[in-house]
Nanobody
Framework: QVQLVESGGGLVQAGGSLRLSCAATGRTFSDHAMGWFRQAPGKEREFVSAINWAGEYTRDADFAKGRFTCSRDNVKNMLFLQMDNLKPEDTAVYYC??????????????????WGQGTQVTVSS
């Protein structure tokens, strides 16, 4: 079983940047796609970005395109989300998740089977 721990959240002004990290334990990290989701207060959790097992392909939500970049380091068992030009509407708890599959064709919550505890991102206007 993979355990995931996010870090890097915090308070930032609109237009600023944050880099989220997700540390994974377990030998199967590099065999699976990984993803980022977020949940804002009063809203359902939503997909942000995903990356395939080898780090060759990513898939982003429309709101993330051009601003967020998902990457991974399979040697260090780390997943990252670089977030630039942040907006107040990006305020949410961000979660990393391990996919059930190797690719990024499936990005629904049920396609991910291990979740971190989340890290808070707050963007002030």
């Amino acid at each position: 079983q993979v355990q995931l721990v996010e870090s890097g959240g915090g308070l930032v002004q609109a237009g600023g940047s944050l880099r989220l990290s997700c540390a994974a334990t377990g030998r199967t990290f590099s065999d699976h796609a990984m993803g980022w989701f977020r949940q804002a207060p009063g809203k359902e959790r939503e997909f942000v970005s995903a990356i395939n097992w080898a780090g060759e392909y990513t898939r982003d939500a429309d709101f993330a395109k051009g601003r967020f970049t998902c990457s991974r380091d399979n040697v260090k068992n780390m997943l990252f989300l670089q977030m630039d030009n942040l907006k107040p509407e990006d305020t949410a708890v961000y979660y990393c998740a391990k996919g059930r599959y190797t690719g990024v064709n499936r990005i629904q919550e049920q396609d991910f089977d291990s979740w971190g505890q989340g890290t808070q991102v707050t963007v002030s206007s």
